[in-house]
């Protein structure tokens, strides 16, 4: 015979798209947000950035080589991936030695004592940003005014973040009206003119990420949107209910960590749903928890609980929403 019958299992089609390319597209739309955080920032953006992300590729390399005595995968850049979003989610005067304490915990445990990239369960960003906030709540919470390019690292004077505003004031009967007059104006939101982690300042250079994503075609829709939209339900919902006790949705979508998170942390192709139907439903559920937490937790952010608890949920998404079979019969009435 000339030809042979090959018998391999799936997958039996090869698309051009490689983890790399994958990898480094995302590097790519977190760009105009690392450019924003230097902008608002100055310096201690740039050390916070550079310590994350070279501490993540360094525990990577070492942990593989010398520990787990296998290939290293640093190339594939996952690695700077999570030392970028974990920077991201950190105060620009985040002292040197808890950034990297928190690379370590983010590729050592989130990572890399699960198997690595595609084997963790939970986004190790997140596991890393939730480790530091847990073990070290005073430096977490201590947030550096957005002062432009020339803010000092250390002595950068800081302020309550728009959400911590909100919330205080709540719990001391202050009203909303009262409260916004204490916080920028949407426009400085969406712009970045605010205190805050140095990846959550900007809406606009977020959502320029968003569309070189989805142009890209490296994410779909239905994460991203499916988040934001529950939360403008449920946050528009409480506001029309008792407008003086709870923040507009606008509000809700500008401050805080949910464009980051519902963009860049909980489409992570590995913590992440397979099909559309459960990439809708756990970002709902997403959405949800995610106001919960902000409205009555003790927290004035929930997002990233909100994102690493629905982790934990996606193999059994996975499990009961399935795609269909290839040859399925579909069965009419």
């Known amino acids: ?28 739309a977190l760009i105009p947000a690392i450019l924003a955080s230097i902008l608002y920032f100055g310096w201690g953006a740039v050390i916070v950035i550079s310590v994350a992300v070279i501490s993540s590729v360094l525990f990577e390399f070492l942990i ?20 970028l979003l974990l920077s991201l989610c950190l105060p620009s005067n985040f002292p040197v030695w808890l950034i990297i304490l928190g690379s370590l915990f983010a590729i050592g445990v989130g990572k890399l004592s699960f198997g690595g990239l595609g084997n963790n369960p939970f986004n190790p960003a997140l596991v890393g940003r939730v480790f530091l906030f847990i073990s070290f709540p005073a430096k977490m ?25 909100i919330k205080e004031g709540l719990g001391k009967g202050d009203s909303i009206s009262h409260l916004m007059d204490k916080i920028p104006t949407y426009q400085q939101l969406f712009f970045g003119n605010m205190g805050g982690s140095i990846g959550e300042v900007a809406a606009v250079a977020l959502i320029l ?4 994503l989805l142009l890209r075609k490296i994410i779909t829709w239905h994460i991203p949107v499916s988040i934001i939209l529950t939360v403008v ?24 960590g949910i464009l980051l998170g519902a963009i860049f942390m909980a489409t992570d192709y590995v913590t992440s749903p397979m099909t559309t139907k459960g990439m ?34 996606v193999p059994l998404i996975n499990y009961y929403i399935k795609p269909k079979r290839f040859g399925e019969e579909v069965k009419n009435g």
């Open 280 to 313: 809708i439903l756990y970002g709902i559920c997403i959405g949800i928890l995610t106001v919960v937490i902000r409205r009555f937790g003790s927290y004035p952010e929930g997002v990233q609980f909100a994102i690493l608890i629905m982790n934990g949920f």
């Open 64 to 83: 593989q080589r010398f520990l787990l005595q296998k290939k290293t995968t640093i190339q594939d850049g996952s690695a700077i991936i999570t030392g």
């Open 209 to 212: 990420g968003l569309a070189y």
């Open 141 to 165: 919470t201590s947030w550096p005014e957005a002062q432009g390019f020339q803010t000092q690292y250390i002595d950068a004077s800081t302020g309550a973040t728009p959400l911590n505003i």
């Open 1 to 28: 015979m000339s030809k042979l019958l090959t018998v391999s299992p799936s997958p039996h089609i090869y698309g051009k798209d490689t983890t790399p390319n994958l990898m480094y597209g995302v590097i790519i």
């Open 233 to 256: 339900i449920f946050t528009g919902i409480l506001w029309l209910v008792n407008p003086a006790h709870n923040a507009d949705p606008l509000f809700h979508i500008l401050s805080g």
